[in-house]
């Protein structure tokens, strides 16, 4: 628990009200009609009021701040979230199967061996090392089978991101 | 319906309690919790796909079919939702807070139980609530004009934001993210572009099914990722320590348990069938309201952290708007869901018109529609119980095996929604909204309520302003509005000094 009379907690909030704020007052220099504001000022005027609130709470109350979770990384959020566009961008460019089983061995393989090298297991590195190829294959099939086959999926070739 | 009719009602008894029946209800079953436990597969997928068959297939089996499924289906969602934190449909996603930390503490199985027999209370209410209540609640329906929707709509909104965390300033916050969030795209009204920011597809909004993929799933890939790249020794399975300490002897969901939980079953129910019987709302508002009532209401001092109660009342509303959602269908021809729109096609298909004189002309088939909703659910139980052992052994894969295998669902199963690559990076979005979420310990039932209510409170409270030439008074035009917005007003208040009250005493 933070001793600070301003902690992380109220300036995130003060920053997501400013920023709404911001928001806020830009819409009067929009070219939408009046009404067509009227929803988004509401929510925008909720995000600048929610954190007003939290400020204040973290102002007058420092003893009841809840300390923010620690197990978020921003780098791990990043990387998975690149992995997950690079695998949308393959499947659409080498075929579903192809990509699935890219996308699976390539992550378990990395997995197996730095399991078996930080352990010195490698006697059975390559049964593990068959067994998630295998099942990577088996995924992969049954992906295209369900999508693809069944469902019809279509997968247009796009290039470009 | 104002006699019952005798022969109608035994013809409709000889057809639904028929070996044939019962198959196409079965496989209906079978494929609606499939395909409800694949994440983003909505089981509108399976219901759109069968469709074709009431060319050729005879009404009862065509609709035994399609509401096996769809009862399938709605409860299949719960199961990834409790097994991965990952909800198989959007119904399933209030499920997710509750299920999964029961999971995580090793009591996956008495969850996944729970969920099985709320869905089937709720299914089993929302059914009974169908046959004896269609006519005088499908004759209160139209009376909610816009003002009243407004109203309705508005109370929905404040007593979840009131509802939902210690801190009001979080819960506001997170409603404040998901109205903007929805307002995103094409002037319901006007036809104006709003915050699109010149992105072409985003004119047709945010789209639903990625933002609530991407919100609750891909938080939790990231920190199982993270677990099994800083510390492999401890990345276990799904479940963790408590599901290794009780792999061999998880007790499974006992009386008293689901008996202390009625509350959450009851509110569910009542909540799910009152939702689920009004246009729009539909199973994930039902669900999220019930379990912000409940949480008012629960002596459960896990709720919200890990509670059976919590899950109870999310999936009992869930299934109660299965059989509530044929009432404005059956009786004004109006569908009140997606899935409801599939099932008045399959009816219109099948030579019966849908309207107010379908219980009048098509007696019989009106009958049979109750016996199979009806019977729906007892083979839920059924085929549920048979397949919890199947999902609930999933938990027990190591980590590194079975979330890239996640990951993979999740992409395709966002792509599959609608073929767009627009989409997977929605989801993306959305799922960093999520990881922010979590970090920052939002609250995430304002957001998606506000995201699902927000088209709905502003077409109604638009159509108000239009209708009275901007007289505010309008809102307060009916004793039904009044009614609602004194009940607003009064339920904040009251939840509001309980509230603080409470936390005095602790």
């Known amino acids: ?161 | 319906m104002s006699s019952f009719n005798v022969d109608a009602a035994l013809a409709a008894v000889s057809i639904v309690f028929a070996l044939d029946t019962a198959l196409f209800i079965m496989i209906g079953i079978v494929v609606g919790i499939s395909v409800g436990a694949l994440p983003g597969l909505a089981h509108s997928l399976p219901i759109a796909l069968v469709l074709p068959f009431s060319f050729f297939l005879p009404i009862h089996q065509t609709m035994g079919l399609l509401i096996g499924t769809y009862q399938g289906g709605t409860y299949g969602g719960s199961i990834t939702a409790i097994s991965f934190g990952t909800p198989g449909t959007p119904g399933a996603a209030a499920t997710v807070t509750d299920g999964y930390a029961l999971t995580k503490q090793g009591k996956g199985k008495k969850a996944l139980q729970m969920g099985l027999y709320a869905s089937v209370v709720g299914g089993i209410f929302g059914s009974i609530v169908l046959i004896f209540l269609v006519v005088p609640i499908g004759q209160m329906a139209p009376r909610f004009g816009p003002g009243e929707l407004t109203a309705l709509y508005f109370l929905a909104l404040s007593l979840v934001v009131v509802f939902s965390t210690e801190n009001p300033g979080k819960g506001i916050l997170s409603a404040g993210i998901g109205f903007f969030l929805a307002v995103i795209g094409r002037d319901i009204i006007t036809g104006g572009l709003r915050f699109t920011f010149g992105i072409r597809y985003m004119q047709s909004g945010f789209p639903l099914v990625p933002l609530l993929m991407g919100f609750f799933a891909l938080p939790e890939l990231i920190y199982q990722i993270h677990g099994v790249i800083r510390d492999p020794d401890k990345a276990g399975k799904v479940g963790d320590q408590p599901v290794e300490l009780h792999s061999k002897t998880e007790e499974g969901l006992g009386f008293r348990e689901m008996w202390r939980s009625w509350r959450g079953i009851g509110i569910g129910s009542v909540v799910g069938t009152f939702l689920g019987a009004l246009p729009g709302p539909g199973a994930t508002l039902a669900a999220y309201t019930s379990y912000s009532v409940t949480g008012q209401f629960t002596k459960d001092r896990n709720y919200g952290k890990g509670s059976l109660e919590g899950v109870a009342a999310a999936e009992s509303a869930n299934n109660a708007t299965c059989g509530a959602t044929f009432i404005p269908l059956l009786t004004f021809g109006i569908p009140g869901s997606s899935i409801s729109a599939l099932l008045m096609a399959a009816l219109i298909m099948e030579g019966v018109p849908v309207g107010p004189r379908v219980v009048v002309d098509h007696t019989q088939v009106v009958y049979t529609l109750f016996l199979l909703i009806l019977v729906a659910n007892p083979f839920n139980l059924l085929f549920g119980k048979l397949l919890i052992p199947v999902f609930t052994r999933l938990t027990k894969i190591p980590s590194a095996v079975l979330w890239p295998i996640i990951a993979v669902v999740l992409v395709i199963g966002t792509y599959a929604y609608n073929s767009r690559p627009f989409d997977i990076l929605m989801c993306i979005v959305a799922g960093l909204i999520g990881y922010f979420y979590k970090w920052f310990k939002l609250p995430d039932g304002p957001l998606i309520l506000a995201f699902l209510v927000t088209p709905l409170f502003e077409a109604s409270f638009r159509q108000a302003l239009t209708i009275s030439r901007g007289n505010w008074m309008f809102f307060l035009g009916s004793n039904i509005s009044r009614v609602l917005w004194v009940v607003t007003i009064v339920a904040v208040i009251f939840f509001v000094v309980k509230r603080k009250r409470h936390s005095e005493e602790e």
Do not use: C
């Open chain 1, 1 to 161: 628990m933070s001793t600070k009379r301003f902690s992380l907690i109220g300036l995130t909030g003060t920053l997501l009200a400013v920023m709404a704020a911001g928001g806020f007052v830009w819409t009067f220099s929009s070219s939408l009609r009046r009404m067509e504001l009227f929803v988004p000022r509401i929510a925008l005027g909720l995000v600048v009021f929610g954190g007003i609130l939290i400020l204040l709470k973290d102002i007058l109350n420092p003893g009841e701040r809840d300390t923010l979770s620690r197990d978020w990384v921003l780098p791990y959020a990043i990387g998975v979230s690149l992995a997950m566009w690079a695998y949308g961008w393959a499947f659409r460019n080498i075929g579903l199967m192809t990509a699935t089983f890219l996308f699976l061995a390539i992550w378990w393989v990395w997995v197996a061996y730095r399991d078996a090298r930080r352990t010195g297991t490698f006697a059975r590195f390559r049964v593990t090392l068959a067994k998630r190829l295998a099942l990577a294959v088996a995924v992969a099939v049954v992906v295209q089978l369900i999508f693809v086959t069944l469902l019809r999926m279509h997968l247009p070739r796009t290039p470009l991101p």
